[in-house]
């Protein structure tokens, strides 16, 4: 049994003062108010469901210790729930990765995967390998989620290729849910495939068209359909704090998600490395693909952690610890329908983590267990 005393604890029937979280097996067992004496706030663990690696590995590479390596460091970062995602490759080797990160599911280290590519769009491609892209046909969505089978839990899709209503309404009836993405759609066709079962949209305003008032396209129909998570990367870097809070108070902490969207430089510094197939230059911590003329071009994911993100949401964005807890991880833990994790409540997994007043990460605890 171990026992965590905070100063407040956030849970779905409101903020318990002075809060002693008591923890068995892996479980939170008793949350009592008044007698604790700590300082700090306990919030559920982080779920963050778009995260590519850290410390130099990718998710899906063929060392299973690797990728666990990843995952650790995700973990003392306040990631308690992760979904691994890969990015554009071949059909063949996206087969062999859905293979490791299926056993890493099994096993209880991570808890879904999710497909970003190969059917995305061109001109939307962001960090992705224009040569791979394709369109989503029967056979191919037929062979990933055989391949995926029920750690799969969403894909990144271009809905506006040929097939992609098909494959939207595939996916979703197999309980994989459609991720509206790295698209060219406009708010017309976004709003079309929302029908057809799209319900999360990554990383919105990155790699997709921009918002104008006379040609709106997808960002105003994403933050206002209440059928879409809306997952934001809240490291400043990929949009503005100004941008976040009106993306916040468009769509509200019950649909937006706080990812990482975070690649293999994450927790390991600047330099070069490989997403994908891609070559990657990380300078003071912003991720950018090398051109061929080896200058930089775009965005090529983030070096973010969830702890960052949540102290950003709090720090520049001037969000409660309770908001800053919804987005980071109740939202995203109900949409996904991850039923164990998300809230601090008696019965669900003692994933825990304790930020101070400004939401600054303290300590972490995962399966009744402090990992950090
Ligand atoms: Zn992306």
Not at 223 to 245: F, N, Q, W, Y
Request: charged share 25%.
């Amino acid at each position: 049994m171990a026992k965590l005393q905070v100063g407040s604890a956030v849970t779905p029937s409101g903020v318990v003062r002075g809060a002693t979280i008591e923890m068995q097996d892996g479980r939170i067992v008793r949350i009592e108010p008044g007698a604790g004496s700590g300082a700090g706030w306990a919030v559920p663990g982080f779920v963050d469901t778009h995260c590519h690696g850290a410390v130099g590995v990718s998710f899906g590479t063929p060392d299973k210790e690797a990728n666990r390596r990843a995952i650790a460091y995700h973990r003392s970062q306040g990631t308690t729930t992760l979904f691994a995602s890969t990015v554009t490759e071949p059909i063949e080797k996206l087969e062999t990765q859905l293979a490791v990160l299926r056993d890493l599911v099994a096993d209880g280290e991570l808890d879904g995967i999710h497909l970003e590519g190969p059917f995305l769009a061109e001109a939307r491609k962001g960090a992705h390998d224009v040569a791979l892209l394709r369109d989503p046909t029967p056979d191919l969505v037929e062979r990933l989620i055989e391949a995926g089978g029920p750690a799969l839990k969403m894909i990144t899709l271009a809905v506006e290729r040929a097939h992609g209503e098909a494959a939207t309404r595939r996916f979703t009836e197999a309980g994989v849910k459609v991720a509206f993405g790295h698209s060219d759609a406009d708010d017309v066709v976004t709003a079309r495939s929302i029908d057809w079962g799209a319900c999360v949209a990554p990383h919105v305003f990155s790699a997709m068209r921009s918002i104008h008032h006379r040609d709106p396209g997808p960002v105003p129909v994403l933050l206002s359909d209440d059928r879409v998570l809306c997952e934001l990367i809240c490291d400043g870097i990929h949009h503005k704090a100004p941008i976040t809070r009106m993306s916040i108070d468009a769509a509200g902490c019950d649909r937006i998600a706080l990812v990482t969207d975070a690649m293999s430089a994450a927790g390991q510094g600047d330099g070069r490395y490989l997403l994908g197939e891609l070559d990657v230059e990380v300078r003071d911590g912003i991720a950018r693909l090398v051109t061929s003329d080896g200058s930089l071009g775009a965005i090529a994911g983030s070096t973010l952690t969830m702890a960052r993100a949540f102290e950003f949401v709090v720090l520049e964005v001037g969000c409660s610890i309770p908001e800053a807890a919804l987005m980071a991880a109740t939202t995203p833990a109900r949409w996904h329908g991850l039923s164990e994790v998300g809230t601090l409540e008696v019965g669900k997994r003692a994933d825990v983590c304790v930020v101070d007043d400004t939401g600054r990460l303290q300590e972490v605890w995962r399966r009744g267990e402090r990992v950090a």
